[in-house]
């Protein structure tokens, strides 16, 4: 798989960017490419990606972000890293979120409606994240793609699974650690995977078990898939041989001891770059 290009197609509030930084290390940074941080947009990323030449697309070993599994046609034999969520934790760490951020198209939703209110008004028309975004946002970009001789759509659930058994390594949120493992064996990652988690919703709404049931109402789709996710998921570390388990709780227990000492070079890092700016304003 050393000669694939991978590709990690983002998918919101399921740990893409505590992800994201671990899938980096493992690549130069003159070979990889991302939709993130261009003035235009992910549009703009994609549409730059399309029209460079085959040799330019072609050195790159990484590509991640939003959107990215639409440059499926566009690279050698790609792999793709998809990460799902268990879509009420998902919906619940998206409105938080939201809640947060002044910039996004529905804060004022969030700040003016409770979770369960956005259901009630038909929120969810609008803001189509909060029902199966997860299965639809995959769906929607596959139908976009050739992936075979007879340019078959995925119109439905079951060829959306289709083509996650044939194209992607799948991971779960809820088993984090285990994706890890399991994605640096399969791809050959050499260098460490040690992580801390970034971009996390420190407060999200106490929600009663009628509400998380109202979320699983209108998520049915995105239900299904996860766990027809996690069952393929489970029955695969099964396979492996008990050493697997033995990794990932090796790994565990590393990661939690170096966890504060990450936490802490990224808040030192942070401040040096604040006050090197400073200095370079004053300049």
Not at 209 to 219: A, E, G, T
Request: proline content about 2%; hydrophobic content about 35%.
């Amino acid at each position: 798989m050393i000669n694939n290009t991978v590709i990690f197609n983002h998918i919101p509030k399921t740990a893409g960017l505590t992800l994201s930084a671990i899938i980096r290390k493992q690549y130069s940074k003159d070979r990889e490419f991302s939709t993130l941080g261009w003035d235009g947009g992910r549009r703009e990323a994609i549409n730059y990606f399309k029209n460079i030449s085959e040799t330019k697309r072609n050195k790159f070993s990484l590509i991640t972000g939003h959107s990215a599994l639409e440059l499926f046609n566009f690279v050698k034999s790609p792999i793709i890293l998809i990460m799902l969520r268990h879509p009420v934790d998902r919906v619940i760490s998206l409105y938080s979120y939201v809640k947060r951020k002044s910039w996004h198209k529905f804060y004022n939703i969030t700040n003016q409606y409770s979770l369960s209110e956005c259901y009630e008004n038909n929120i969810h028309h609008d803001w189509k994240e909060l029902s199966n975004g997860q299965s639809l946002s995959l769906i929607s970009i596959i139908n976009k793609i050739n992936f075979d001789s007879n340019n078959c759509d995925i119109d439905n659930l079951e060829e959306l699974k289709l083509f996650m058994e044939r194209f992607c390594l799948v991971g779960l949120v809820e088993k984090f650690d285990e994706s890890l493992i399991l994605f640096r064996e399969r791809l050959n990652w050499m260098n460490n995977i040690y992580y801390h988690k970034i971009n996390v919703s420190r407060e999200k709404p106490d929600l009663n078990p009628k509400i998380r049931q109202i979320i699983l109402d209108y998520n049915k789709t995105d239900y299904e898939l996860y766990n027809y996710t996690l069952q393929n998921f489970e029955d695969l570390v099964n396979s492996l041989n008990t050493n697997f388990n033995k990794r990932v709780e090796s790994f565990k227990s590393k990661n939690e001891f170096l966890m504060p000492l990450m936490i802490f070079k990224n808040i030192l890092n942070y401040y040096v770059r604040r006050i090197s700016n400073q200095l370079k304003n004053k300049l």
